[in-house]
């Protein structure tokens, strides 16, 4: 039933011409990235800039932002993924969850509008209506007979025009002196400057300590291995830190200060220990990024599925 739903699905979107493509959430579909297909890429360009947009509404506007990272190279996501937290926000918002079927049809060259289609009971998320509400009426005057309405006379209020009578100033006794005050002046005395304090001591600005999750990492011998063998050990602190389930399979996108790759994540267990490794995708990132034997990067997580990493 749900092939045959996807089929009609299809088969109105076909007829009229629409440029769109069709994302099945399934158990085994990541839905923590959206990835563009590549047919689509080639056919709309899409996307032409960085942030973008998905809609679900067009009156009234329903919009989450979103940002793409769009590759020179073919991978297993296409031309184009997401980045960032928008995607996540967007599948929350809107409870995308295993049987959905997303219809992703194009605006312009930063807007996708996504209809969300529930095949197991015909629903369909798009369009939202607004909830009525009903019409609130002003209470109605007594009507009397005859047709007139019975106003009541607003309250008179009574000014008083009168000053008020003024007051006497009070008269000074004769033969009354005024005692001042007496002030001592004694001579200042010198003020020795105190030893300032060991914390007084400024040396400098303190930087800030950057609390997002972040660890560092020396290349060895081990790292800088062949293409397919080449991988980079997490740190066990870190992982711990994070969720050993983020690095089950997931993609992150690794930002170096000359470019930008995608590479993959592995969990390996074995009976007493666990791993955590960068796989496919970390010898592209050290090649395009000029890391080297000895180097130590510091990898600091910027978003969902980002690390910013740079040379120490």
């Not at 470019?259 to 496919?280: H, P």
Request: charged share 25%; aromatic share 8%; hydrophobic share 35%.
């Amino acid at each position: 039933m749900a092939d045959d739903y996807e089929q009609e699905v299809r088969k109105e979107l076909d007829h009229c011409r629409a440029l769109y493509f069709i994302l099945k959430i399934s158990t085994s579909t990541p839905i923590y990235c959206l990835s563009i297909p590549e047919e689509f890429s080639n056919a709309t360009g899409w996307p032409r800039r960085e942030q973008c947009a998905l809609l679900t509404s067009m009156n009234p506007l329903n919009s989450w932002p979103i940002r793409f990272l769009r590759m020179s190279y073919r991978s297993n996501l296409g031309r184009a993924h997401s980045i960032g937290g928008g995607w996540d926000q967007f599948v929350r918002d809107n409870s995308v969850g295993p049987g959905d079927l997303l219809v992703f049809e194009l605006v312009d060259d930063s807007s996708l509008v996504v209809t969300i289609h529930h095949p197991e009971d015909g629903a369909v998320v798009n369009n939202p209506v607004r909830p009525t509400v009903p019409p609130v009426t002003p209470p109605s005057a007594e009507v009397l007979g005859g047709g007139h309405h019975r106003t009541e006379a607003p309250p008179t209020v009574k000014v008083s025009l009168e000053k008020p009578p003024l007051k006497k100033p009070q008269e000074v006794k004769k033969n009354h002196t005024v005692k001042t005050p007496q002030v001592s002046m004694k001579k200042p005395q010198p003020v020795k400057n105190p030893r300032p304090h060991r914390e007084d001591i400024a040396t400098g600005p303190k930087a800030r300590r950057d609390r997002r999750p972040q660890f560092t990492k020396t290349m060895r011998a081990t790292h800088m291995k062949s293409w397919k063998s080449a991988r980079l050990d997490i740190p066990t602190s870190f992982w711990r830190a994070v969720g050993e389930e983020q690095f089950d399979g997931r993609i992150y996108s690794l930002i170096g200060p000359l470019q930008t790759v995608v590479v993959g994540s592995l969990v390996f267990a074995v009976e007493k220990q666990t791993f955590c490794y960068f796989t496919n995708g970390w010898s592209d990132f050290l090649v395009k990024n000029e890391f080297g034997l000895g180097d130590t990067l510091a990898f600091v997580k910027v978003g969902t599925a980002e690390f910013q990493v740079t040379r120490v």
